[in-house]
């Protein structure tokens, strides 16, 4: 968290290096305060780059951590199942759920998480700066908000249906292959390699429909957000220009407002890219739940029982000689 806090600190303070440059630097026609001004910026870049690497590094950590805990949980837990749990559900659709779900939320722990942290605080800190760099502009971009959350709202829930659709039919695609992989041999004992072929291209296309309808309905709701952002900025670029040609603020303020209105507008992006996956990794997550909330019919042994692979070989060779 210290790191996250650290990086988005520095990325506002850029913006106060951006207006002492062109301000003191540009404006002043000195070139030894021009120098300054580009060693603070490179002083600045390097320590942002620098908190990136222990964020990105910790929070990688957290993602591959907490998703091999959930495996490791989920395994536990079904291996305890009733026999009858696995004649109505296929294997392969069980694997899936552990593999292929526990990987797409060890992505959205790892990485989404951290840059939605990341995008907020920034996203928040933009606008203070926002607003003490010049509050006309600044009501104009929180007047924008709005614009930009209503897309999440009135598609969020059909992109989260959408993607628990789509990990079921793709979970279906791995059972189906597992299922006939595993009785390869019965299936060219009868010839069904091109019945099996086309069944399997069948589920393969049903996956990739669904899969079309959410990134079409996701891609939509991304090009939305995007042109309300820029729209935004380019209206804020126009009365921010006006004010600068009537002396009303400088060159510097001006380029000051632009960065923080992008790292702002950079943010709202990064949010609905997130939010999408959130929704997604619901969809994930559902059936992670499902597998935990199936009661188990078999207690856990209170000891300790060895199997045959435990017992010392020297037994094992004796009973073999005997």
Do not use: C
């Not at 099996?196 to 291209?201: G, K, L, M, V, Y």
């Amino acid at each position: 968290m210290f790191a996250l806090v650290f990086t988005s600190v520095l990325s506002l303070s850029l913006g106060q290096g951006l207006k002492l440059l062109i301000d003191s630097g540009f404006g002043e026609n000195s070139g030894a305060l021009l120098d300054r001004a580009v060693a603070l910026l490179l002083l600045l870049t390097v320590l942002f780059a620098l908190g990136t690497f222990v964020r990105f590094y910790l929070v990688s950590w957290l993602g591959e951590r907490v998703s091999a805990d959930i495996r490791r949980d989920v395994f536990n837990h079904i291996v305890y199942l009733h026999p009858g749990f696995y004649e109505t559900n296929r294997s392969g659709e069980i694997a899936s759920r552990i593999t292929t779900d526990t990987t797409l939320l060890q992505t959205i722990i790892g990485s989404s998480i951290s840059m939605a942290l990341r995008s907020a605080l920034t996203s928040f800190g933009g606008l203070v700066m926002l607003f003490i760099t010049n509050a006309k502009l600044m009501l104009l971009v929180v007047g924008a908000v709005p614009l930009v959350l209503l897309p999440l709202a009135i598609l969020g829930r059909r992109v989260k249906k959408l993607s628990r659709a789509s990990q079921d039919t793709v979970a279906d695609v791995g059972s189906y292959a597992g299922e006939i992989i595993q009785h390869i041999k019965t299936v060219q004992s009868f010839t069904r390699e091109p019945e099996e072929q086309r069944a399997f291209a069948e589920q393969v296309e049903r996956a990739f429909d669904v899969a079309r309808v959410r990134i079409r309905v996701r891609a939509f709701m991304l090009s939305i957000v995007m042109l309300m952002v820029f729209a935004v900025l380019s209206a804020m670029l126009w009365v921010g220009g006006h004010d600068v040609i009537a002396g009303e603020m400088t060159p510097g303020d001006l380029a000051a407002f632009v960065f923080y209105a992008m790292l702002v507008a950079m943010g709202a992006a990064t949010i609905s890219e997130v939010w999408t996956e959130l929704l997604r990794a619901a969809g994930a997550t559902e059936r992670l739940v499902e597998l935990l909330d199936v009661e188990r019919e078999i207690t856990a042994p209170s000891g300790q029982v060895s199997g045959f692979g435990d017992r010392p070989r020297s037994n094992a060779g004796a009973r073999m000689d005997g």
